[in-house]
T-cell receptor, first 114, second 112 residues
Framework: DAGVIQSPRHEVTEMGQEVTLRCKPISGHNSLFWYRQTMMRGLELLIY????????DSGMPEDRFSAKMPNASFSTLKIQPSEPRDSAVYFC????????????FGSGTRLTVV | SQKIEQNSEALNIQEGKTATLTCNYT??????LQWYRQDPGRGPVFLLLIRENEKEKRKERLKVTFDTTLKQSLFHITASQPADSATYLCALLTSGTYKYIFGTGTRLKVLA
């Protein structure tokens, strides 16, 4: 398995533009997480999907953020409109639905909003 | 408020020594605790999981302890090597919940 695949690896966009981040989880994993990492706040959970259904989106900063998981092999995180304070590294992680398993993280998308 | 604390200062140790990293928590009752390794520009990589009823877990040169009385986990790397240099994160999951909450990590540098 190629692991969790995220694209793009880097994204530079202007303030106000729409940004879409993509994630392909590991086949067979039924839990998917989107995290954001900054120096100041560390890793913050944005949203959690189980069996393609959003279970908890309480970490999504505001209405400008949205996430979808149309099927078991694909998820997107969209920011519209983007703002400079959204600049961070965004990670997608997948896991089996059990606390006994660790998460497998992708390599992340480094987002810079100018 | 709930808090997970890892030493934000980098830990420098000499090759061959044992590195010990600390994860302290307050206002949590974690049922599970995990440790991850993160290299620059990469996502965290899962290393070990320990349950609240386990005192210690080992994997090769790694050892994790979990003291629910002290509200602390210690992560040890024995016979450390320069390749062990990375940031190490702890993550906690409270019983009845489904999401791990991460600490901010401690950067380890092993000097040759």
């Amino acid at each position: 398995d190629a692991g969790v695949i995220q694209s793009p690896r880097h994204e530079v966009t202007e303030m106000g533009q729409e940004v879409t981040l993509r994630c392909k989880p590991i086949s067979g994993h039924n839990s998917l997480f989107w995290y954001r990492q900054t120096m100041m706040r560390g890793l913050e959970l944005l949203i959690y999907f189980n069996n393609n259904v959003p279970i908890d989106d309480s970490g999504m900063p505001e209405d400008r953020f949205s996430a979808k998981m149309p099927n078991a092999s694909f998820s997107t995180l969209k920011i519209q409109p983007s703002e400079p304070r959204d600049s961070a590294v965004y990670f997608c992680a997948s896991s089996l639905s059990s606390e006994n398993y660790g998460y497998t993280f992708g390599s992340g998308t480094r987002l810079t909003v100018v | 408020s709930q808090k997970i604390e890892q030493n934000s200062e980098a830990l420098n140790i000499q090759e061959g020594k044992t590195a010990t990293l600390t994860c302290n928590y307050t206002n949590y009752s974690p049922a599970y605790l995990q440790w991850y390794r993160q290299d620059p520009g990469r996502g965290p990589v899962f290393l070990l999981l320990i349950r609240e009823n386990e005192k210690e877990k080992r994997k090769e040169r790694l050892k994790v302890t979990f003291d629910t009385t002290l509200k602390q986990s210690l992560f040890h790397i024995t016979a450390s090597q320069p390749a062990d240099s990375a940031t190490y994160l702890c993550a906690l999951l409270t019983s009845g919940t489904y999401k791990y909450i991460f600490g901010t990590g401690t950067r380890l540098k092993v000097l040759a």
